[in-house]
């Protein structure tokens, strides 16, 4: 096999080996079928045993309970953006956003039918924390209040959900799905993108309260109409069966050989706490952008003080096997995304490099 290097691209990201390697074998044949993952009908009683065994691992690992549905739709989560304004702010009702970085912008740009209410911008400290409880003062009467609860470029993390009262929560948990415990419960709608931390492109993830699908006006086109998706059991036409597979197998991985969401969000914050320290220990050689509070377990931005060092610093990374470290253009600087599939010693692989290089150009 190639040699594979630590991918630290912010997504699409890398994913378990175990799952990379189950996948290769199936591409040809899957064993006591004869037919490759990628020539099976979505009908087949093997693809209806795949998905309803993704959902059923979403629902344990998320702890899900009942009263919710588990959707995996098309489109990323851009889709999303706009579909749930569509379905869920009706009845002249104006839908809330909590805008913490640059994907809770995007999100509210797709709002068209309804006018949007901005319940807290961070724009004015540039994006680095989410805000405080007191500082959010929600509508009461709102359709539904959106948070992005990991913004993937500016690395900034709710720790905690804020709470918004009796008004819908919506989350966009593209870059933090399964990386920590959530409470659902919590939730009106939580969605995610596959490629970050749940499996490969092409499939979104889209946990419903069931009383919120009562909210659907009856024109929205099938396609955008999360009550027929629903009801269709999300194959309401052929459904993106390999990427919905490839869920199937990253959740297996995650009961099979981390075991629980807690012990996840242990390693997933022992990882991350390795490169804040080297950041916060480099008497300003490296500069995080989040504040402590907001700091997002996922994804780790930093400058180098002297700009002129990050083309030296992504090279030799590169060198080293330490791939995608190149920050977001918008922001600058290096990212490092630490997505549950990157191994602990990927991260001490990054920090001993980050320490060397600090000390050799200092
Ligand atoms: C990557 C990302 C998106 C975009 O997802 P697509 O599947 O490309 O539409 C949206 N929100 C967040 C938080 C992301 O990290």
């Known amino acids: 096999m190639e040699e594979r290097v630590y991918n630290f691209s912010p997504g699409p990201a890398m994913l378990p080996l175990a799952a990379l390697e189950e996948a290769r074998r199936d591409l040809l044949a899957m064993p006591g079928v004869g037919i490759s993952i990628l020539e099976i009908s979505h009908r087949s009683p093997t693809f209806t045993g795949i998905i309803e065994a993704a959902e059923a691992n979403l629902r344990k690992l998320l702890a899900v309970p009942d009263n919710y549905r588990v959707l995996f ?51 004015s400290t ?27 470029i500016q690395g900034v993390q709710f720790p905690v959900e804020p709470d918004v009262g009796n008004v819908p929560l919506v989350c ?49 086109p099938s396609m ?23 869920v199937k197998l990253v959740t297996d991985w995650l009961l099979r050989e981390i075991g629980s969401l807690e012990e996840m969000a242990r390693i997933n914050r022992q990882k991350a706490q390795l490169l804040y320290d080297v950041v916060d220990g480099s008497d300003g050689f490296y500069e995080g952008h989040a504040e402590p509070d ?32 190149k920050g977001h253009r918008s922001v600058g600087g290096c990212r490092a995304s630490i997505y549950n599939a990157m191994p602990v010693e990927g991260v001490k692989v990054l920090r001993d490099f980050m320490l060397d290089f600090c000390k050799n150009n200092k």
């Not at 540039?126 to 992005?148: G, K």
């Not at 995610?192 to 009856?218: F, M, S, W």
């Not at 700091?295 to 096997?321: H, I, K």
């Open 73 to 123: 739709l098309q489109g990323g989560a851009l889709l999303q953006f706009a579909t749930i304004p569509m379905n869920l702010a009706t009845g002249g009702a104006k839908p809330a956003y909590i805008l913490s970085g640059t994907w809770g912008n995007k999100a509210m740009q797709e709002v068209k039918a309804a006018e949007p209410t901005v319940v807290w911008d961070g724009k």
């Open 126 to 152: 540039n994006n680095n924390r989410v805000p405080t409880q007191d500082e959010l003062d929600v509508p009461a009467d709102a359709a539904y209040v959106h948070i992005t609860s990991n913004e993937t």
């Open 172 to 220: 966009d948990s593209s870059s933090d799905i399964l990386s920590r415990p959530v409470d659902v419960k919590k939730y009106g709608l939580l969605y995610a993108c596959a490629q970050k931390n749940a499996g490969p492109a092409g499939v979104t993830i889209v946990i419903v309260r069931d009383d919120l699908l009562e909210r659907t006006p009856a024109e929205l």
């Open 224 to 246: 955008l109409n999360y009550k027929v998706l629903a009801a269709k059991k999300s194959m309401l036409n052929t459904p993106p069966v390999f990427a919905i597979y490839m």
């Open 294 to 325: 907001s700091r997002s377990m996922m994804n780790v931005p930093f400058r180098l003080a002297d700009a002129t060092l990050d083309g030296p610093f992504l090279e030799q990374a590169a060198e080293q096997g330490l791939a995608s470290l």
